[in-house]
């Protein structure tokens, strides 16, 4: 099993920005792909971004250049995997998930509201 502990959602005004952050715990050295999908009410779960073990990152299209994501793997007992999301507008309202896959397995942190709106 994987434990998460997501932060950094809340209530933004459009234009604003927000830093979410989510730490996976770690039993290995091996680096492992993370990421963020978001879902809004009444809509389906997608990708927001993705950051590979060696580093490589996508993003949707939707976020293009307002979204970066990062991690920090120099932590022994966990990963960190950061997004930092600027110019929001109230699209990019909804729950936002980290996610680590291990092997053919994806396991999934809590999720972290984001809301824009003014």
């Known amino acids: 099993q994987v434990q998460f502990v997501e932060s950094g959602g809340g209530l933004v005004q459009p234009g604003g920005s927000l830093r979410l952050s989510c730490e996976a715990s770690?039993?290995?050295?091996?680096?492992?792909?993370m990421g963020w999908y978001r879902q809004a009410p009444g809509k389906e779960r997608e990708l927001v971004a993705v950051?590979?073990?060696?580093?490589?990152?996508?993003?949707?299209d939707s976020v293009e250049g307002r979204f970066t994501i990062s991690r920090d793997n120099a932590k022994n007992k966990v990963y960190l995997v950061y997004l930092q999301m600027d110019n929001l507008t109230p699209e990019d309202t909804a729950t936002y998930f980290c996610?680590?896959?291990?092997?053919?397995?994806?396991?999934w942190g809590q999720g972290t509201q984001v809301t824009v709106s003014s």
């Open positions: 770690r039993s290995s050295p091996k680096i492992y792909d």
């Open positions: 996610y680590t896959d291990r092997g053919a397995a994806r396991y």
């Open positions: 950051i590979t073990g060696a580093g490589r990152t996508n993003y949707a």
